[in-house]
Every structure is written in structure tokens, then in C-alpha cells.
């Protein structure tokens, strides 16, 4: 089975603070995909990055990065100086080969609100 | 127009209407994908249809009817629903996944925000 887990429901910092957002991952799959997307009040969700299980390395573009540890089953998203265009609710998802191919796990997504 | 549309944005039903919500893409995929998103539950996979043959269905009740005409085109057609359906509706697409290939990003739509009344 697979699962995601985003413990933080909400957040919320000042503008300019520097925030990680979690996310904790269960599949018993050596192979699988991990993705992040990030949902503004308009609605859609806006793709971030995806990550393939074999590539640890961690990865930065821009105000965001990413820590991926396999050995923590984890893959972190940290927003630095935020802005109040930051605000959103994040969502973290996997995908197996073994489940369904197209079919995303999502968690359960953290509201971020960055306070000007 | 670019990446993927949604209409309507919003929608209130009566349980005996019948409605459609129409879902675009513009990426040259030839996946689509149906979610519904309800406050405090995760995302929830509908439909899938690749190349305009439907290759899921999570357990969706008869009442959504999804329609594929092209790969660029996707229909969900709505009757005699519940006050429980209402939820965000969003639409994706993605590439294809070709043998060998696991899994390619998806990209969404606005959604369409629907009230059952």
C-alpha cells in the first residue's frame, strides 16, 4: 500500500522566514515518484518538481528546494525568505509502478500562509 | 488559450439537473485525468483515459458519467446527484505513459467548484 503524510495541517510565518514543509512517504516499491504541487485560492494545482527514487541528490530552484532521504522515507520542501505570493496549500505525492501507473497518492496537503 | 481549461468555474445544481463540466487541454497530452477534491480530504482520482480509452475507475457512482471524445477532450456528465458531491472538481493531463515509462508530471486545471443543493 502506499500512503503520504503531511503532519502539518497549517503554517504560518512572517514574511521573509524561511519555512520546510513535510512530507513522509510508505510504499514498498524500490522504484517510485515523488512529487510536489502547490495549490493558490485560484484552485489549480501547479506542478513543482518530481523526483525519481534513484536520484537523492537534493535539488534548489530558486526560493525553493528539496531534501529527499530515502532512509527517512522523506521528501522536504523548504520555501526560503517566503513572500506573501507563497500562501497556498502544498500537496506531496507518490506514485509506484505496482499501484496504478497514472494514479497519484496525495497527502492530505499543509496550508501555508505567509503574513506580510 | 494555454495548458488546461475548465468550464464552468462554478456550478450549483439542483439533485434532479443533469450538467456537464467540460475539461481542455492544450499540452498535446493524450492522458486525462478526473479528481475530486472535498474540504479536509486528500485528492481523489476518478476517471483516468489515455489515448480516449478510459484505464480507470476508482469506484465512482453511476451518477458521474465521463465522456472522452479526443485526447484533448473530457467530459463529466453530472444526474441526479447528492448534496455530498459537492467538492471541487479538477481536471489534469499528462504525457502518455509508453512502455517503460512510470510516470510523467500532471498538469491541472482551475477546477470547478460545484454545490449540490
Known amino acids: 500500500a502506499q500512503k503520504v503524510t503531511q503532519a502539518q495541517t497549517e503554517i504560518s510565518v512572517v514574511e521573509k522566514e524561511d519555512v520546510t514543509l513535510d512530507c513522509v512517504y510508505e510504499?514498498?516499491?524500490?522504484?517510485?515518484?515523488l512529487f510536489w504541487y502547490k495549490q493558490p485560492p485560484s484552485g489549480e494545482l501547479v506542478f513543482l518538481i518530481r523526483r525519481n527514487s534513484f536520484d537523492e541528490q537534493n535539488e534548489i530552484s530558486g526560493r525553493y528546494s528539496w531534501n529527499f532521504q530515502k532512509s527517512t522515507s522523506s521528501f522536504n520542501f523548504t520555501i526560503t525568505a517566503s513572500q506573501v505570493v507563497d500562501s497556498a496549500v502544498y500537496f506531496c505525492?507518490?506514485?509506484?509502478?505496482?499501484?496504478?501507473?497514472?494514479?497519484?497518492?496525495f497527502g492530505s496537503g499543509t496550508q501555508l500562509t505567509v503574513l506580510p | 488559450e494555454t495548458g488546461v481549461t475548465q468550464t464552468p468555474r462554478h456550478l450549483v445544481m439542483g439533485m434532479t439537473n443533469k450538467k456537464s463540466l467540460k475539461c481542455e487541454q492544450h499540452?498535446?497530452?493524450?492522458?486525462m485525468y478526473w479528481y475530486k477534491q472535498s474540504a479536509k480530504k486528500p485528492l481523489e482520482l476518478m476517471f483516468v483515459y489515455n489515448f480516449k480509452e478510459q484505464t480507470e475507475n476508482n469506484s465512482v457512482p453511476s451518477r458521474f458519467s465521463p465522456e472522452c471524445p479526443n485526447s484533448s477532450h473530457l467530459f463529466l456528465h453530472l444526474h441526479t446527484l447528492q448534496p455530498e458531491d459537492s467538492a471541487l472538481y479538477l481536471c489534469?493531463?499528462?504525457?502518455?505513459?509508453?512502455?517503460?515509462?512510470?510516470?510523467?508530471?500532471?498538469?491541472f486545471g482551475p477546477g470547478t467548484r460545484l454545490t449540490v443543493t
Open positions: 489534469a493531463s499528462s504525457q502518455d505513459l509508453a512502455s517503460g515509462i512510470t510516470s510523467y508530471e500532471q498538469y
Open positions: 505525492a507518490l506514485n509506484t509502478p505496482s499501484g496504478s501507473a497514472r494514479q497519484l497518492t
Open positions: 499540452l498535446g497530452h493524450n492522458a
Open positions: 510504499t514498498r516499491d524500490t522504484t517510485y515518484y
